[in-house]
């Protein structure tokens, strides 16, 4: 059974930055590409990043790029979202998730997405 699990999420200031984390367990982490989506309310999920499963490949979302970096630390089976230059707009529940198919490659499709953590609230104020 594989279980993800979100942690860093918090309060910060316009501008400010956090680092997630995402530690994986129950299966050969490293072989699986990994993602991470956030929801505000109100709103559908959305696409945040996604990393390969060796770490060489990135894809980001329009509104995150230059800003955000995710990463991935294979040895300690955690994935990681440096989140820079938060914006109000940042704000949201935010989600980690892993690709079943064993080397899929990167997608920013939610429903391509296997597993999913429960999540860690993000709030920037303004």
């Known amino acids: 059974q594989v279980q993800l699990v979100e942690s860093g999420g918090g309060l910060v200031q316009a501008g400010g930055s956090l680092r997630l984390s995402c530690a994986a367990s129950?299966?050969?982490?490293?072989?699986?590409?990994m993602g991470w989506f956030r929801q505000a309310p109100g709103n559908e999920r959305e696409f945040v990043a996604t990393?390969?499963?060796?770490?060489?490949?990135?894809i980001y979302a329009d509104s995150v790029k230059g800003r955000f970096t995710v990463s991935r630390d294979n040895a300690e089976n955690t994935v990681y979202l440096q989140m820079n230059s938060l914006k109000f707009e940042d704000t949201a529940v935010y989600y980690c998730?892993?690709?079943?198919?064993?080397?899929?490659?990167?997608?920013?499709?939610?429903?391509?997405?296997?597993?999913w953590g429960q999540g860690t609230q993000v709030t920037v104020s303004s």
């Open positions: 998730a892993l690709r079943g198919g064993r080397y899929d490659p990167p997608s920013i499709a939610g429903y391509q997405y296997d597993y």
């Open positions: 129950g299966r050969t982490f490293n072989s699986y590409a």
């Open positions: 990393i390969s499963w060796s770490g060489t490949s990135t």
